[in-house]
C-alpha cells in the first residue's frame, strides 16, 4: 500500500468521525432546544425580557444546530476530496476544518466563561423561582414545574419545606416511585433529603457546560489530525503532478 493510500484510509475513518460527530452536535442543539424551552417557560415574562444579560438560551440550541449541520458537510468534502483527488476539495477541507477548530475553542472559553458566570447562575435561579410561585396558582405551570423536579430529583425551589405554606402535602414528583404512589407526605424521608430544584438546576447545568466544552476541545484534537492528514495527501497529489507534468514535458522534447 502506497502513502498515498495510506492517508486517504485513515482520511476516510477520520471523516465518517466527524459525520458522527456532527450528528450527535445536530441532535445534541435540537434536545437543548427542547430542553431549554420547557425550563425557560417557568420565567416570567417581564422577568425573561428584563434580562438581557443572559442570552445563551435562546442562541446555544442554533448554534449547535448549525454546527452540526456545517461539520457533515465539511466531511463530506473532505471525503470527496480523498476520493476524487481533488486538491481543491483538500483544500477547502482544510481551510474549513481550521475555522471550525478556532470556534470551538472560542466557544469552550465563552461557556467557561459565562455560562459558569454568575449572571446565568442567578438567572437559573430565578427561573426556577418564578416557576415554583406561579405553579401555585397555575395547573399548567404547575405540571411543568413537577417535569423538572422529576428530572432532576429535587423538591420545591429551596427544599421540600417550601410546600408548607400552601399544601397539605408534598407532590408527587417530589417522591420517588412517583409513578405508583398516590401521596407523598411531608414527613417522606427521600423527599426531605432532596435538594431544591434553584441548587440543582444550577449545578446540573455547569456539569452539561462543562462536559460540552471539554468535548468540544477534545474533539479539536481529532480535527487537527484531520488538517494534518489533508495537508499531507495535497502536498502528496502536489508531487505527483508536478511528476507528472515534468515527464510530459520531457516527452515532447523528446
Avoid at 149 to 168: H, P, T, V
Avoid at 190 to 211: D, P
Avoid at 223 to 229: D, N, P
Wanted: with cysteine.
Amino acid at each position: 500500500m502506497s502513502k498515498e493510500e495510506l492517508i486517504k484510509g485513515v482520511l476516510y475513518v477520520v471523516n465518517v468521525i466527524y459525520a458522527v460527530f456532527g450528528l450527535v452536535t445536530a441532535a445534541t442543539g435540537i434536545w437543548f432546544f427542547v430542553q431549554l424551552a420547557e425550563f425557560v417557560s417557568l420565567r416570567n415574562s417581564n422577568h425573561y425580557l428584563l434580562d438581557y444579560r443572559v442570552y445563551w438560551p435562546q442562541v446555544a440550541p442554533w448554534l449547535f444546530i448549525l454546527l452540526g449541520l456545517f461539520v457533515m458537510m465539511v466531511a463530506f468534502c473532505g471525503w470527496c476530496g480523498a476520493n476524487k483527488e481533488s486538491r481543491g476539495l483538500l483544500g477547502i477541507y482544510g481551510i474549513f476544518l481550521i475555522l471550525i477548530i478556532v470556534g470551538q475553542a472560542i466557544a469552550a472559553t465563552l461557556i467557561f466563561v459565562f455560562v459558569d458566570g454568575e449572571d446565568t447562575d442567578r438567572f437559573i435561579k430565578d427561573t426556577v423561582y418564578d416557576g415554583y410561585y406561579n405553579s401555585q396558582s397555575n395547573p399548567d405551570v404547575f405540571k411543568a414545574f413537577g417535569r423538572i423536579e422529576r428530572k432532576l430529583r429535587c423538591c420545591g425551589a429551596n427544599d421540600a419545606r417550601d410546600y408548607r405554606s400552601w399544601r397539605n402535602d408534598l407532590p408527587l414528583t417530589c417522591c420517588l416511585d412517583s409513578y405508583y404512589r398516590a401521596s407523598c407526605d411531608f414527613t417522606d424521608k427521600e423527599a426531605n433529603e432532596r435538594l431544591g430544584c434553584a441548587k440543582v438546576a444550577s449545578v446540573y447545568t455547569k456539569i452539561i457546560s462543562s462536559s460540552v466544552a471539554g468535548a468540544s476541545l477534545l474533539i479539536s484534537l481529532v480535527e487537527i489530525a484531520g488538517v494534518v492528514l489533508a495537508w499531507r495527501l495535497f502536498h502528496s497529489l502536489r508531487e505527483v503532478e508536478h511528476y507528472i507534468h515534468e515527464r510530459k514535458e520531457g516527452e515532447t522534447e523528446c
